[in-house]
């Protein structure tokens, strides 16, 4: 089986950090390969960064397709362009979020998401919207972190995102932490360990859903809201989209 | 006071049609500039038409803060990277289907949304969820209308339109029906008149909601969620989405 | 076009002052009215005033529609009687609340509302509900002011009502902040100017509004709820209000 | 212990048959008195008649609050004034709709109404909103019959209320009809004994409410949104509203 | 009319002082029969707790439907097994957190939930939804207190409920506060009176709603989902429990 | 890795099924151990029945803990005592219905619950709900088939079941269909090559997930509403269940 894992922005040390991690979790015959794009923003901080960088998550989903390979998986907190990578794909499609999201449901009564800037703790809780996952999801907490510092060996974002999941297990009532950002996923365990706590990395949930879904022969609807996107002509930058 | 429209699909006719509409019902001294992007899909009817339109908006978006634009209007049913392109303008930016909403809620108790392909109808859904006007939503129905077919003058489109609006009137105890196409708005009053039953079209409601939000001096907010995209490096593709 | 301005209570000072900041936003050709009716309460501080003060509404509404006003604005926070007088009346009617919590849900994400007692932050929040703009209500705010101290030049109402907006500015994360009484419409801008972030007085929002709907050519619905009344005799002191 | 019966039309027939049922339902101790407004409509079908009982009611509020009645009963299905009455009350206050939906969600899973003209099934869902009982109402339907046909013996009312509650038994999945009109108090029995659902009529179910929140010493809360509307004058017809 | 209520705990001083309680508030003619069940916990404290009651609880439905009993009441907070027993029963069936919750909504805008332990909280929260009332329940707040410490006569109890209840009444902006165990029920009327707020005892509330139902006539709906249950084995410790 | 999967009838047949089917998705390490519990209901079609039914299935839980097993999934659609179970458990436990729901939100928009008998839909709509899956469930549908008809090898019930999906299917507006009954298990994969749509089996979905989330070190939280029981002594029949 193989699982691609797109990175939808193109800093490669996180690219890389994603696919590490993601290797460890899966089973004997599952292959992980984690991408960027060729195309797209440098980290994702805003609507603005989700919007360009769909163009080349839907690249990079075009060539999975061609390629075989059985399911995706997006990993950026705010899952972008989950729905549209789900009508180009045949298998299934996972957000991180979402997947975060999901398993925190299944093992308490509630959730908080430790997340880096505070303009994105808004784009968190929709998508805790749209899952179904707001009545599990307690507070949606920014570290005040840019997404690239946590590729800054010596920054001080691990202590900062400690002591911010320490007060979400002290003052939240959850009985876990989800970490709400892609970077996150090789401090997950140490933050366990430190605290305590089940600390919830949405790239391996998702992953291990991921495969869950191909190994029982499910994948995306094509009867309806998914179906394949309409054969029909792109102009200018985009126009290798056009679908044959 | 300038305001832009932005067709998000690459089709000239349609936006000519959408420009002329909207010249007719703003102010003496309110100028619109109605454009299709240099890129992207020749019409929206999926997840995936919509976000490879987005970065034309956001393209078209600049140019028109270069421009010293007002206002924007965003002139397709889905509302295509609204919040994208709310973050990249200094002053108010309207999609129309949040335009014929509001609108639809303030002179009666429900609508329903006439809309093009069956495919599109969760989209809407989701949009009057977003919009906190789900609940005077009673209906979405299709007409099985592909978008370009309202631009086919011999076409049977706009009796295919009238039916299904008959339909909504008869069964859906509404108030009002919108029109769930930007490519539609010139159809809006003909249906009003064959029917009897308040018909919206989102694009002028846009217009004027746009006008009057400037007019009363309201900007989009920038201290949250919507403030400008932080500075960053784009690649390939999109390098020239990086702000200064 | 003429759009009459109902101020539901029956203090004069605050009609003129609610005319006066309307006749400011209008268009050349737009004429206001602004009245108070002929009986009810001296302010609207609980649902017993907001009760008593709709058949005064209704009176003008009577009056207005043998003048041939085009739209009305009823000119309170609560918008008592709203969906009476759409029965009672052709064009559109709206509620002040109603067009303040509509804008600030297209210029942000969030608004919180400062009003003047603490007994009427129920209804606010009831309105909201009723609005589908719930989901961008951050907070409903008291003064703790009575209604007619906002009337009083030598009050300290305009620094109370600065304080509480900038503690909502502050804490509540919001891209607005709603005037929760139209005895609050002068001092708008100068709050904005103070604080630095988007003030919206629902009086100057309801009539560009109705300004807009009228415009468009949409009236309220009369195929549903909003239908005349019936005609039917009332009794006693409300005998003038039967409809032939 | 007194409880006061407010029919909020001046309909005397229907006033005196509502205190008929209600009085067979109460406790040996307990006087019921039953009374129509000195004002208002003749029958209640729209959101203009509701606004145009509620002074009525409110003077019988007062008359009642003199003359040390314990607990009010409003008997007209749209619940008017019904916040307003509570403010003005120091007992409790209970709508019939409340009454009705209450007892309805004790007893099983869902329940649809029953009631007299299509336009006002809006306000009952409206009323099923507020009190929280939305989620066991299926459906409310219209029996497209006048209120006053309630009261003419000759009418085909009963008839045709039977057979909406029967298809409502039948295609539903309710496991009570609640009767959406005081008029119909007196037809409860019957119609449960001809179709062998339970029926339920919120006179009496509100009744009985009221006694036992007077039997427990449960008041209206004064502390808070309901407490004693503030002493100010009223104008015009309204000038005996005004509170010392 | 004879009315049973369970004490779905085997403590039998709570069960006594219940009885007591319920004694006090009913009608002349009304029989109460305060029971606990043959097997079961001690306390209940915790979903596991909570789901090995029902047996017993289920036990005493049967003992009082050969006995003729006209209703029942369970008289623990979480409301084990209510809809259980309404299967089995053919009158009402009321839990305590139902009663006290739609009493509360019946007397102000809003109240709070004063329980014992922390971890129960989300079943109160739970309950609210499920009957609805989660629109009017502000807070539920734990005393850290556990069941059994209220039978103790020595313990702090009384003062520290009466602490937590003091700090609802001056926080969360509620009318009345709904305590949240059975074994309060006695303390009601001194938390009333030292608070001067409403309080809201289930036990009582559901008693007299019990006594009501039945007054009118009104039984638990056997058309749908609480028809009795149907004829089957079970087996070991549980074959009694198998229906003729 | 030891997943025990509780079937909480009695009846060994379904749960040799059950085992069989289990067995065949997981991974090489896991191991897979069906049980039925030692006390009872035959099979579980009302809300008594799964009542009935949690005692046993605590009793598994017991017997499980002291065997080290890791996770659990509960194999009956009502997912009865899953919360006790929890608060029972080291590891996750997963409901059938939990699993077949939250795997239908991750590959369509929206799916249908087939199940047994239409007195169990409402659960199935509560469990919807509780788990945030409500958005996404479009229909719960009845074949009116009695659960043990299921282990009738002559019987009806698979075209009977064939036909309501198929209505489902062809209705709904659904990308998959949910089986709604454990005892369904086996018949997967045929329905899908039947029908041609996705349809989904909470049996192998919730093993997937339960080896998912022990693979990943995920366990159900212990610091809140689920933490382990406290010690108490239990009476009766149920002596047993006390906690050391």
Redesign the interface.
């Given at each position: 089986m193989k699982i691609k894992i797109i990175n939808p922005n193109?800093t490669w040390s996180m690219t890389r950090k994603i696919g590490h991690c993601a290797s460890q979790?899966v089973?004997a015959g599952t292959e992980i390969v984690a991408v960027s794009?060729?195309?797209?923003?440098?980290?994702i901080?805003?609507?603005?960064?989700?919007?360009?960088s769909?163009?080349?998550i839907?690249d990079e989903i075009r060539l999975g397709e061609e390629a075989g390979v059985d399911a995706y998986v997006i990993a950026c907190f705010g899952d972008p362009?989950l729905?549209?990578a789900?009508?180009?794909a045949r298998g299934?499609v996972?957000g991180i979020a979402?997947a975060a999201m999901?398993?925190a449901?299944?093992?308490?009564?509630?959730f908080s998401v430790v997340t880096t800037l505070?303009?994105?703790?808004?784009?968190a809780w929709?998508l805790a919207?749209?899952?179904?996952?707001?009545?599990?999801c307690r507070k949606v907490r920014a570290c005040k972190l840019?997404v690239l510092e946590l590729e800054h060996s010596g920054s001080d974002a691990y202590r900062i995102i400690v002591e911010e999941c320490r007060q979400a297990?002290e003052q939240d009532?959850?009985?876990?932490i989800v970490l709400g950002c892609a970077g996150m996923t090789d401090l997950c365990?140490a933050i366990?360990d430190e605290l305590g706590?089940?600390v919830?990395d949405g790239v391996?949930?998702a992953v291990?859903?991921a495969?869950?879904?191909v190994?029982?022969?499910?994948?995306?609807?094509k009867?309806?809201?998914?179906?394949y996107?309409?054969s029909?002509?792109?102009?200018?930058?985009?126009?290798n989209?056009s679908r044959g």
């Open positions: 193109t979790v089973a794009p060729a195309m797209g923003p440098a980290s901080e805003s609507h603005y960064d989700e919007a360009l769909v163009p080349g839907l362009g729905y549209a789900r009508e180009a299934p996972i979402e999901h398993a449901s299944l093992i308490g009564s509630g505070e303009r994105t703790c808004g784009i929709h919207e749209m899952y179904g996952m707001q009545r599990f840019n297990m009532k959850v009985d876990s365990k366990e706590i089940a919830i391996t949930v291990k859903l495969e869950s879904l190994h029982l022969g499910l994948k995306t609807g009867r309806g809201d998914l179906a996107p309409l029909k002509p792109y102009s200018g930058l985009l126009e989209f």
